[in-house]
């Protein structure tokens, strides 16, 4: 089988939403001698591209998103344990703690943006609902977080996300953290006001603005 | 006998674990399995489905859901299960109406509708989810809202500056004194609102973000009465948690009168498409009749019903395409094969702000698809977004809404979906981009002769005009 072939396979195994034939089909290429990181890129990454494409036509979708995703991680690991650890790093585009605020359980759209980064290549601890700021912050800390995004949907507990940032600052570890939030009542402007570092008006904007984030970092 | 709260929340400590994810992917598997089985597709030329077997189709899938996968109880962690034959004790004992609403010549009841039905529905009037500035702002809009002639009940918002309203410095936090207190002040205001235009025993409604709270707004002088609707139910997708159950502990406590089921679909997430979404509001209902606080006694006395909900993962709006389609078919399946009466959300939340033409486009298709499918009482208001900034809603929407609703009963679905298809070609390309953002309370009303300002009246009286020219008949007595 050419490259090529392999390559398509690769898109397929994502389309197929099956954790093992993307793991197969990962050790495939492999076997093959398909640069891993061309595999990733021109293989996996363009069935990711067509569920995303295919979710926000409302053609696909969330159970379809965190397939896709499991399907993607599977065959990413396959990858990495065959290549440098240098050059598995750059398969990773981040590390990222997402949860909903403390007495908030709207968790939809929280989780819509978690599985559309789990697509997108990111390493994603995703805390649930109803999450207190200590374990938010603990998490990021203990998995050396990128990023802290926290998503609010009421009035009464957006000021939770400003929470993170002062608990950030109490133990002296902003500058280590990007700090996201997202929400129905929040905006660009709230965002500024309580110092966090980027906004998502919604699960796609949200994934755009991680992206540069961490192209910046 | 029907099976009892303090029973289903016995089984939310008893039942087999689970991790929610699994339970997720579970309604997603189920349903979408039921949709083959049945050969569900989605149509997206047909707004408002007129098919009746369709709809029975659905409300049978929607029961088998309902018995496969049972509700998922957040706090324990586990899958409560119910069976058919407990689900059908409940449908027997439904009375096809509901009293309670309110008190004294105030008060209503809703009675079971069915596509078509000439019967009014019930109208909660006031933007619910609002946010205002003060509470001079808030008690203005209570009161032009419920002083309406097609209002019914009023939904309250909350004020929250700026400046914000604890002593002109303290903002309001869910969890936290702040939240008890500043939202009983609001229910004191609706209150009073309701007392100052001559209809005091209007029912009102609230919901705080904890049960705590919700529990605290009790207070038959001030606050929440029996009369009122207080509670809760499943949360989004056949979920349950203490945060909804023990407001209907308490509801169950302070004897109110309504009580109700709730079914609600994420369309887009683990319900599906528009082809299952459907299915999972049906079994909602059904599976939300157990958390209802409802006995036998109560059903008797009372009446119950239920409540339907649609979301859509990505637009902001309750009148999108799908989003009419699932709401209406969901109504249609349980107003058919049950006699609960139905109460539905037509568009209460639309994307366009107050004031504009697009926002009172989505409105009247969300509300005249959902009467003329069955539903008995829907909330009006409409705070753009769900989430809408400050003052961003005026009392001439809510009357907009209430005015739709009871124009359109009687309507049949045929002549709805000739209605909503119109109106849909007005707006459907501005759902996620290119929608006017609207105008406040203070840009729509002359707020110290509290009245409509001209220009808006004009346009208000312009947007009757167009909707009367599609067909929908308004009454005099509503105007």
Redo the contacts between chains.
Sequence with gaps: MNEESILKKLTDSILSFDEEVAKAVAQEALDAGVDPLKALEKGLKVGIDIVGDKFSRDELFLPHLLMAADALNAAVNVLKKNIPREAAEKMQVGTIVIATVKDDIHDVGKNIVSALLSASGFEVHDLGKDVNVALIVDKAVAVDADIIMASALMTTTMRRQKGIIEELEFKGIRDQFLVMVGGGPTTQEWAVKIGADGYGKNAAEAITVAKKLMEKK | MVLTFWEAVERCATAPRME??EF??KI??TVTALAKEYGFEYDNEVVVPTDGQLADEVFEAGLKAAVELGVYS?DTQRNVRFTEDEIQEFLRAATGKQSGYGEGVDAVEIIHRTPGSTAEPVVYGAPQTA?YSTPEVAYKIYTLCAQEPSTDGIWGG?V?GPPPPIEGKY?????HPS?IYQYRKEVELMRKAITAVGRPGMFIRQNA??AQATIALADPEFGVRPTDPMGGNL??ELKI?W?FANRTAFAIAYHTRVRWSAGHA????????PATAPIVIVAGALLGLFFSGADDEHIKEYGISTRVGK?H??IKSRAAR?CIYVGSLACQALVRNTRLPVCAQGCDHPVAGAGTAQFYYECAAGEIASVASGSSANPSGGAR???CPTDHVSPLESKWMGEILKASAGMSQERARGIVEVLLSRYEDKLEDGYPEGYTFQQIYDVEKESVKPEFERFYTHMKDELEDLGVRFKERYA
């Design positions: 929610e994810r997720n992917m997603w598997k957040r946010v909350l929250i903002e309001i936090n869910a969890n939240e973000p904890t949360f989004e948690d945060n994420f369309i887009g997430g683990f319900s599906g498409g979301t993962n990505r799908s977004q769900f989430v």
